[in-house]
């Protein structure tokens, strides 16, 4: 099976958590591309969708789904999203994609957090993918020689502004064996507005294709 089929097809065992009158949380990436397709299949069911990014947002509208702002809905049943990793106990990295940020509000007002994934994702440690880190952009070089001190290599992602207006750093050579500890430790350093690391809001549920990780 391609990549991408492992993708669609998590997306789609993904709905199997999506209920009537829901507002759903909706994440950003390929395989939450395959998501927005199959939720709009059933877009006359559910009361509407919490996009974490532009990008999502406009696949939504383009689907005739529509879009909620996060202060009207409230705390929503359901979140669904990709991830670029995912250990064991289900701590994720994500923001390859540069969406971390609205990612982690939507993830954290959300009760259930579905993360579909290929089984490419799936490490046993943390960290061979860079860990993104999005910064205020006055704050780049900063974060970086504090990032440097706790012994990863961060390398600016050049040209990319997010849609809050700042800048990611994509941090090398970190392996991350205690995610929680980190992620603490990374959102203390000034200018950081958020780490790529969903340890403390990590996935509730985890499907590898159309099958559930133990
Ligand atoms: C975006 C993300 C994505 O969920 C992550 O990059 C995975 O993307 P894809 O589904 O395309 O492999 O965190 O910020």
């Known amino acids: 099976m391609s990549q991408d089929e492992e993708k669609r097809k998590a997306a789609r065992a993904a709905m199997r958590y999506v209920e009537p009158g829901m507002v759903v949380g909706v ?7 395959h998501f927005i397709d199959a939720l709009a299949e059933r ?12 990008w999502s947002t406009n696949r939504l509208k383009g689907h005739g789904i529509e879009v909620l702002d996060l202060n009207v ?5 359901l979140y669904v999203d990709g991830a670029d990793e995912c250990d064991g106990n289900r701590c994720l990295i994500k923001g390859g994609g540069a969406a971390l940020t609205r990612e982690k509000i939507v993830a954290a007002a959300s009760k259930k957090f579905v ?39 961060p390398v600016w992602r050049d040209g990319v502004v997010t849609d809050n207006g700042n800048w ?47």
Request: contains cysteine; proline residues 5%.
């Open 27 to 33: 994440g950003t990436g390929s395989t939450v591309a």
């Open 115 to 153: 993360c579909v994934i290929d089984a490419s994702k799936r490490v046993d440690v943390l960290g061979t993918f860079p860990l993104p880190i999005e910064v205020i952009p006055m704050a780049r070089s900063y974060v970086a020689r504090e990032l440097v001190k706790r012994g990863g290599t």
């Open 168 to 214: 990611i750093l994509d941090v090398h050579r970190l392996r991350i064996a205690q995610p929680v500890e980190m992620e603490r430790d990374l959102n203390q350093i000034a200018g950081v507005v958020s780490v790529g690391l969903f340890a403390a809001r990590r996935a509730d549920v985890v499907l590898i294709g159309d099958r559930e990780m133990a």
């Open 43 to 54: 877009r006359h069911e559910i009361a509407g969708a919490v996009s974490s990014s532009e």
């Open 73 to 77: 809905a409230g705390d929503l049943p």
